[in-house]
C-alpha cells in the first residue's frame, strides 16, 4: 500500500545540478517524516537531507550542506532534493524514506530509522 517513487537521478559532471524528487503514496496518517537518504558500494549509508513535519525545520547531513536544497509539498506529498554544485563524491544511489511522525523524527528526521523505502534513483557525477 504504501510506495516512495523517487526519480531525477542521472549522470552529470562536476558542478552540474540535479533536483531529485520522491512521491508517497497509500499512506494516509496525518503527519510524517520524510528524509533523503544516499548509499555507495561498501559505504555506509548517510543521511543527506530531511525535513521536521511540524515546525518545517531542514536538515541537512554535513557534507551537502550549502549545495542541497530539501523542499516538500505537503498537499501532493512530495519532496524534492536540489542538488547543486555536484562532486564525484556525491555519486551514490539516493533513497527517498518515510514514516509516520514520532518524537523522535519530528526532532531529527536524519537520526530516526525509516519504515519505508523507495528503490532509489542513482546519481553518478563523474569528469
Known amino acids: 500500500q504504501v510506495q516512495l517513487a523517487e526519480s531525477g537521478g542521472g549522470s552529470v559532471q562536476p558542478g552540474e545540478s540535479l533536483r531529485l524528487s520522491c512521491v508517497l503514496s497509500?499512506?494516509?496518517?496525518?503527519?510524517?517524516?520524510m528524509a533523503w537518504f544516499r548509499q555507495s558500494p561498501g559505504r555506509e549509508r548517510e543521511a543527506v537531507a530531511g525535513?521536521?513535519?511540524?515546525?518545517?525545520?531542514?536538515f541537512y547531513g554535513d557534507s551537502v550542506k550549502g549545495r542541497f536544497t530539501i523542499s516538500q509539498d505537503t498537499a501532493k506529498r512530495t519532496l524534492h532534493l536540489q542538488m547543486n554544485d555536484l562532486k564525484p563524491e556525491d555519486t551514490a544511489m539516493y533513497y527517498c524514506?518515510?514514516?509516520?511522525?514520532?518524537?523522535?523524527?519530528?526532532?531529527?528526521?536524519?537520526?530516526?530509522?525509516?519504515?519505508?523505502w523507495g528503490r532509489g534513483t542513482q546519481v553518478t557525477v563523474s569528469s
Open positions: 524514506a518515510a514514516d509516520r511522525a514520532s518524537v523522535a523524527c519530528v526532532g531529527d528526521p536524519l537520526q530516526p530509522e525509516y519504515t519505508y
Open positions: 497509500g499512506y494516509t496518517v496525518p503527519s510524517y517524516c
Open positions: 525535513v521536521s513535519p511540524t515546525t518545517t525545520t531542514r
